[in-house]
């Protein structure tokens, strides 16, 4: 969820980035991990064809993870910690941010998988969602302050520089790569086997477009304790 970023061994880096790589943590009791994020409604004939792909990779492929009602299939905007003094302010400002937004309409390239196991549908990156995710970056990463997702921090010896870059930025390595996408499933034992495993779940696959017309702001740490902190519906 890569290639080589854009500095060349001879360019200096943040002095962040050089603070990561030495492995040390800011995170902690009073940090919390917050999300901003696309839910897909269960009411949604999308919600139906993701729950099958996902019931048949957890189930059948043993896929890691499924669908319930903490985690539901989304496709995200934005993660990271950040101080926990903080949640209500990202709250106000996505809410000042979101004032005048309208109903983005999105595209379904397919199934794909990352190289670590993790499947995916691919949603097509268009102007709308790339100016949405712009601003969600632009309003709530001035609250982090210092903190660090902890499980972003142990990503840092396998991040290249881009990411590396992005980490020190935006406390999270794949927002300057943006890759809209909703998770459907987790087979890191089955690697070599994803491309027939995605052409034969692909059928399943047959609503093309929708329509983001609200997004969620969350916290939790782990998929148990999710919890929805405001619900911004778009005009």
Known sequence: ????????????????????????????????WIGVAAVIEKDTLLYSDLKKINDYLAKEMMGGFGYSSALRPHLNFYDLSIPAENLNKVKDALDQTFANQKPVECKIAGINFFKFGMVY???????????????????VNSYRGDCLDL????????????????????????????????????????????????????????????????????????????????EYQFL
């Open 121 to 139: 549908v691919e949603i097509e990156k268009n102007e709308d969602l790339a100016n949405l995710q712009k601003e969600i970056l632009e309003t």
């Open 1 to 32: 969820m890569r290639s080589n970023g854009p500095h060349g061994s001879n360019m200096k880096r943040p002095a962040r980035v050089k603070f990561l790589e030495q492995n040390k943590i800011m995170d902690g009791k009073n940090c919390v």
């Open 151 to 230: 499980d972003y921090q142990k990503l840092v010896p396998v991040l290249s520089d881009s990411q590396k870059e992005s980490l020190n930025k935006y406390g999270n390595p794949y927002m300057t790569d943006f890759k809209p996408h909703i998770s459907v499933g987790y087979l890191p034992n089955k690697k070599d086997s994803l491309e027939a495993i995605i052409s034969g779940i692909e059928p399943i696959l047959t609503v093309k477009k929708f329509t983001i017309s609200k997004l969620d702001l969350v916290k939790g740490r782990t998929y148990n304790d999710i919890e929805i902190i405001c």
